[in-house]
């Protein structure tokens, strides 16, 4: 059957990962083998793919089928995150649109319409996976909110409170009006943005003669005021100390009280206080027993206690107080300015601060735990830096207690149940216990009364923060809460792969959750490989655009990933995301927009799919070919043999490099070495090399060595780009049932002379010197040449290499090649390292171009020499790099100045 004359990924793609889901390749059970364990970061059952879920899946994949090759039992668990705030938005959102209000249904009601919207829509994000090539075991799918993990959810709620290091407080908590919950520290996204300063007059009480002007970005909270504070020393404010002012617009009398937490220079250096709506505020307000006020409601809107403009929105108050100040002649200036606004992550909306009462996870010997899993090594990071944002993070001067109550019905609900007869935020009682009848019967026991019932009861409303689910994931994935077995075998898992802005929210929890529990579910494992979750964590960068913008649906920028995948088939698109994706880097991904202004154009990508099509090539270059069992000529077999003994070296050198870089995690260099060896020392040479005279037959053994070298070239790089490399790996041959590259096996570096390897890499620059002036003076390429080497011991040294004269002479298109000691009068000379050869050219050489071309060639070395000369002078360079670099970096200088000395001599020739 003959081959299509390019690579077609839509037929190949579908019908190669149905075939490997049949056979089940990607499905794991603990055995004899080492395992290789991988836990997918869960994404939100409301995603869809996305550039960043490429770049990570992308990622694990290739480990999985990497460790999948290496013989290891690879198991790579796909999951999904019921992410509780963007779930519940979308499940309100659908019942408005019927004219449903969730508060009329219910609770019960509520969650079943949320059940049926995830089975609907939630498994969206996994199908699209598939399509990328993840080979994920799909058999073990688990979602956040199913009940053997909401169980483990439960447990861990329990058992850390009866540690005491869950506890529940009134707190100044962030508070998000559209989601209409609290959100945690990092769930707040800040950045700058312009605003304004109002600077408002409160008349002294009993003197309107007198007063004071406080400067305030929020002139709708100044009916919650209940004091105005000065800094104790400022001069300006001394007489007013102790006396009162009243607020504009309602005249309700406030203290003036003195604290040094006031900026003399911010503002008019005196400060409102308003406990119930800043943080700060909130702590003077203590230190001075205020009062605290609450004059907004949960959406944001003004309420009775704000006693003007009632039921407004809390933007719509700030323009209609403005204009109330302004007549009332208490509005003294306003004055742009620029500062951090906190916009909820889910919703974008502004966060309002708001004292509200919460439960907390006390953090302080998590955090001690998390910093020591990382310090002491048993944790790698991936790159290293990562250890100072996570250390900053975590220290016990900036590790905050965990919010982890959410005011939502989506999600696991808190296990505390309160005596129904005590008003909600006023309970004496809390029960806390896995089922209701549990608390009951502490609560019986508690209370002393025998008599209570479950009727006698309230459940909390309150639901857990989504990664209180999420942080016992390597260990609930496996219910490892409710049985060990698997969890012996596969736990502590290999690696994660995750973006570093999550490094907080869910990897140094993951790391707390794992050495809190471990230890307690299986002591033996701990005891012999570790408490961690897992032993590293690769950090991706973030996707950005070619203005350094990270890649969103709101800004524009980012590319439709599944247009992509059509585009140019999952490997090209594979090939593009990595190929720029060293880890830790942020990722620049070219995505010009497109006709139909949708981003789905990709050089990177481009640069893929070529180089599917380049190997698609290559396959039918070798299938064309007419094979014959008798012997070939004398010059030929020593050809096809040197070039069969360098690509045998140059796959051992190529091997043991690719090897480092995945022990290091530089998957992107890795696939980048990968591809030039295959697109150039493949493709470009070794095929010329071997390629028969037009209508010639190839001997039988040359093609089959190029056969089993496409092959292991396939397994080398199937994990990088899985089906391109199946579809040729099952062209090359007939194969049995079975015999497919996905489970076929990895290669071991052997030895190899790079020695051999050098003096080939000459033989190819000598090559592609004769094709430069061949090309540069117009000759045809059927025109052969005739070529000198000055004479060296390097260079005859060189040319007695067997096979390698006839392979020069090949595939130069040359008369001859030979060893001169004269000068060549009417030739053209180039440089291969610091061999000087010349091509005799027939016709008159134009002086002026080839003085150009040698003067462009000198101060390209002029500026080479100088840049490596800077590096030697380094003295930090010099005494920090490791020995074998600083020697490379000294033999670059004096090629590179034995190149300046030939190139000079070859000038002064030319006059």
Known sequence: MSLSTRYTPQEIESKWYQHWLERRYFHSEPDDREPFTVVIPPPNVTGVLHMGHMLNNTIQDILIRKARLDGKNACWIPGTDHASIATEAKVVQQLRAQGIRKTDIGREAFLQHAFEWKDKYGGIILDQLKRLGASCDWERTRFTMEDSLSEAVIRVFVDLYGKK????????????????????????????????????????????????????????????????????????????????????????????????????????????????????????????????????????????????????????????????????????????????????????????????LQWFVDMKKFAHSALEAVRSGEVKFYPEHFWNMYNSWLNEDNVRDWCISRQLWWGQRIPAWYLATERMGEENHIFVADTAEDALAQAREKTGNADLSLADLRQEEDVVDTWFSSWLWPISVFDGFKTQEELKYYYPTSILVTGWDIMFFWVARMIMSGYEWAPELIPDVVKEKGA???????????????????????????????????????DGVRFGMLSSAAAGNDIIFDAPIGKDGVLNESKLCEQGRNFCNKMWNALRLIKSWEVTDKAVDGETEQVNQLAATWMEHKLNQTLAQVEVMFTEYRLSEALMTLYKFI???????????????????????????????????????????????????????????????????????????????????????????????????????????????????SSRELLVMEGLLPMVVKMASLEFLQITSAEISNGVAFLVGNEKFYVELEQAIDVEEERKRLQKELEYYQGFVKSVQNKLSNEKFVSGAPAEVVNKEKQKLADGEMKMKNLAEELGKLG
């Open 165 to 356: 290091r869950i506890y529940r407080d009134w707190r100044i908590t962030n508070w998000d009006p559209e989601a209409k919950t609290v959100l945690s520290n990092e769930e707040v996204i800040y950045s700058e943005e312009n605003a304004q300063l109002f600077h408002l007059r409160y008349a002294l009480e009993g003197d309107a003669s007198q007063g004071i002007v406080i400067a305030t970005q929020r002139p709708e909270t100044i009916m919650a005021d209940v004091a105005v504070a000065v800094h104790p020393d400022d001069e300006r404010f001394q007489h007013l100390i102790g006396k009162n002012v009243l607020i504009p617009l309602i005249d309700r009398a406030i203290p003036i009280i003195a604290d040094t937490y006031v900026d003399r220079e911010f503002g008019t250096g005196a400060l409102k206080i308003t406990p119930a709506h800043d943080q700060n505020d909130y702590e003077i307000g203590q230190r001075f027993k205020l009062p605290v006020i609450d004059i907004l409601t949960e959406d944001g809107k003004l309420n009775e206690k704000a006693r003007i403009l009632i039921g407004e929105d809390r933007f719509v108050a700030r323009k209609k107080i403005r204009k109330l100040l302004e007549e009332s002649g208490h509005l003294i200036k306003l004055e742009d300015y620029r500062t951090k606004i906190g916009r909820s992550e889910r919703t974008s909306a502004v966060v309002e601060p708001r004292l509200t």
């Open 679 to 793: 697109w150039d020392d493949f493709c470009a040479w070794y095929l010329e090399m071997i390629k028969p005279a037009y209508e010639a037959p190839i001997d039988r053994q040359t093609l089959e060595q190029s056969i089993a070298l496409f092959e292991r070239m396939m397994t080398l790089l199937h994990p990088f780009m899985p089906f391109v490399t199946e579809e040729i790996w099952h062209q090359l041959r007939e194969r049995p049932t079975g015999d497919d590259c996905v489970i076929s096996t990895y290669l071991k570096a052997a030895a190899f002379d790079a020695v051999f390897i050098e003096k080939i890499e000459r033989a190819k620059g000598l090559v592609t010197g004769v094709r430069e002036i061949r090309n540069n003076n117009g000759l045809k390429q059927k025109e052969l040449l005739k070529v000198f080497a000055q004479e060296t011991p």
């Open 532 to 570: 961690m979750p897992f032993r590293g964590v690769y950090f991706t960068g973030m996707v950005r655009d070619n203005l350094r913008r990270k890649m969103s649906k709101s800004l524009g920028n980012s590319p439709d990933a599944l247009a992509l995948l059509d585009n140019y088939g999952a």
